[in-house]
């Protein structure tokens, strides 16, 4: 499904001319060598003004198998070594040969397509070698790099000529040594590829790129098959689905979003709107324009009535990719219809919504929520696994990950802080536990004094508690909170008599001692005893209690 998906995506892009056809892809050229009909040289232009980036990226024709010791030329451009013959390498001899390579390479697809720039191309390469190479002008900064070639007096490039391109899909096609069988994807009988093309741009992954599909070791084969024969995929299909998948992890790819070690990217079936806008779902951004269409389309699951350009039929894909060594780990992978996507995103804020101040977002970033969990909230700390586990049960609609409320209350035991993000994190997390097994408890969006539940009510004290200590005593060093946090949420029978008897100084001492006793005795009223121990639900309602408590002191004090 994941293949066929990106294949479907692959031919989508190449009809529009996003992508390069099969046989080409696009690679860093450097410098382009202008020739004449008759083969002599007229110029060297470089292709970049910019020193920061001396390279251009262009399709060209390239070779389907990773280039790596062996000599594989490349067809209508290489580098000067294969070029010229002489690199900055310091080989003589292995250039001489990658030199020798290139020219049979060329001379070969010459007989069945005797193009007349194929032929100035050869009466170039064999008037300058690397004497003449390193007479031109520009030979220090090519010295080593690409190199590109144009006729005179012609706008486009060699390799851009569609009969040259034909010769070239023709010549990989007879010179194919894979195996043929009945590829998974499109069920034809063809060659199937061995190796598939690396994939480049997940995070953390090796740099030269990673598979997201290999065989490399015996156990993983059967049948007496090797490698990627044991799901037989042809090399077309191989070559297209590894060049989609690239351009969606390009760097400043709309379609990409990095979530801790998992490399998210998403894409729709047919051209939609949507394909650039699921970034900001996933992480919204403070525009006020962005964050009205993410309000639009949310409501549009609920009414219907979807903007012009929208189709809420349009499948979408969503794909999280995770380096594992020289190969890929899939973390999850979503398939459906866009109004189904929308409406998950919709239950997942609807979730996370709860009483906030107004210069904080309506919409939490999955990555700032993913935080909440990390010391110190470093990206680099969040747990392994956690960030697609996360996006799955949203995508889902299931159970939010126990091990992301968990580490939420430790976060919260550590440092004593309850704020916005983490407050909604377990609100939402609690919210939908109780919806998926299906028991009668509601967890309030703002402060709810009808609300019975024992944590909620010691959060509630327990914040109440602190203000008191603070009308006493002004701005402390170490409040309550600080000391005693851990402890009242998880232990309260050891620690709020303490608390309570400690508040009746501090009370006596407060200028409004009166009203805030009222206050702590509008609670304890409604708790029978304190608890010995609080379960890990109602510790998360301990945290949200005193959250929508201290809110309803920064109301107040803004009347």
Same mark, same amino acid.
């Given at each position: ?12 892009k190449?009809a529009? !001319? ?9 690679? +860093? ?5 202008? /020739?004449?009909? %008759? !083969? ?10 910019d ?50 390579? =290139? ?6 697809i ?22 003449q ?7 220090? *900064? ?17 390799? *851009?000529?569609?009969a ?8 990989? $096609? ?7 069988? #009945?590829?998974?994807?499109?069920? %034809?009988?063809?060659? &199937? ?6 994939v ?5 992954a090796? $740099? ?22 044991n799901?037989?995929v ?17 760097? !400043? ?7 801790? *070690?998992?490399?998210?990217?998403? @894409?729709? %079936? ?11 779902f996933?992480? +919204? ?7 009205? %269409? &993410? ?36 973390? =999850? @992978?979503?398939?459906?219809s866009?109004?189904?996507l ?20 309506? =919409? ?8 909440q ?26 159970e939010?990950?126990?091990?992301? #409320? $968990?580490?939420?209350?430790?976060? /919260?035991?550590?440092?004593?802080t /309850? ?8 609100k ?7 919806r998926r ?8 969006m ?30 402390? *060093? ?17 620690v =709020? ?22 206050d ?5 009223s409604q ?33």
């Amino acid at each position: 499904m994941i293949l066929q998906a990106l294949y479907d995506y692959y031919q989508r892009k190449v009809a529009h !001319g996003s992508l390069p056809r099969y046989g080409f892809a696009s690679r +860093p050229i450097h410098f382009c060598i202008v /020739i004449s009909n %008759q !083969g002599e040289l007229v110029g060297v232009r470089r292709l970049s003004g910019d020193p920061k980036n001396p390279a251009k990226e262009l399709n060209v024709p390239t070779l389907l198998s990773r280039r790596s010791v062996n000599i594989e030329p490349n067809f209508l451009w290489d580098n000067t070594g294969y070029v010229f013959g002489c690199d900055d390498k310091g080989n003589p001899g292995r250039a001489k040969n990658q030199r020798d390579a =290139f020219v049979r390479l060329h001379e070969e697809i010459l007989t069945t397509c005797p193009h007349h720039g194929l032929r100035a191309l050869l009466n170039f390469l064999t008037s300058y070698g690397p004497e003449q190479a390193s007479q031109l002008k520009d030979w220090p *900064d090519m010295c080593g790099k690409n190199v590109v070639f144009q006729l005179e007096h012609e706008n486009a490039y060699l390799h *851009d000529d569609p009969a040259l391109q034909t010769a070239w899909v023709n010549y990989l $096609t007879q010179h194919s040594q894979e195996t043929r069988a #009945y590829c998974l994807v499109t069920g %034809q009988f063809t060659a &199937v590829a061995k190796l598939h093309p690396a994939v480049r741009g997940v995070a953390g992954a090796q $740099t030269t790129g990673a598979g997201l599909s290999n065989f490399n070791l015996k156990a993983f084969c059967s049948y007496g098959k090797e490698q990627n024969l044991n799901a037989p995929v042809s090399v077309e299909v191989a070559f297209a689905y590894t060049t989609a998948l690239n351009y969606l992890l390009r760097h !400043g790819s709309s379609q990409l979003v990095r979530l801790a *070690d998992t490399s998210v990217v998403f @894409w729709t %079936q047919r051209d939609s709107p949507l394909e650039g806008f699921f970034r900001i779902f996933l992480n +919204p951004t403070d525009d006020p324009a962005d964050l009205q %269409q &993410v309000r639009t389309l949310l409501d549009a699951t609920r009414s219907g009535a979807w903007p012009t350009g929208y189709d809420p039929s349009v499948p979408c894909y969503i794909l999280g990719l995770a380096p594992n060594a020289s190969r890929l780990a899939v973390r =999850f @992978w979503y398939a459906g219809s866009a109004a189904d996507l929308l409406s998950r995103l919709r239950s997942h804020f609807d979730d996370l919504s709860i009483v906030h101040k107004s210069n904080e977002p309506d =919409f939490p970033r999955l990555h700032a929520l993913l935080c909440q969990t990390a010391v110190q909230e470093e990206a680099e700390n969040i747990p392994p696994l956690l960030a697609g586990a996360l996006l799955r049960a949203i995508l889902t609609g299931a159970e939010y990950p126990l091990a992301f #409320y $968990t580490a939420i209350l430790r976060r /919260i035991n550590a440092d004593h802080t /309850i704020k916005y993000f983490r407050a909604a994190a377990l609100k939402a997390y609690l919210v939908r536990h109780y919806r998926r097994n299906n028991q009668p408890k509601e967890v309030p969006m703002a402060l709810d004094p009808s609300n019975k539940n024992p944590g909620y009510l010691l959060g509630r004290l327990f914040a109440l508690l602190e203000k008191a200590q603070l009308d006493a005593l002004g701005k402390v *060093d170490t409040t309550i909170k600080d000391r005693f946090y851990g402890a009242a949420s998880a232990t309260p029978r050891a620690v =709020f008599p303490i608390l309570m008897r400690l508040a009746q100084h501090h009370l006596a001492k407060a200028e409004y001692g009166a009203a805030r006793d009222r206050d702590i005795e509008a609670v304890v009223s409604q708790l029978q005893e304190f608890p010995a121990h609080l379960s890990l639900e109602d510790q998360g309602m301990f945290a949200i209690g005193y959250y929508h408590q201290r809110h309803a002191f920064y109301n107040k004090s803004n009347e």
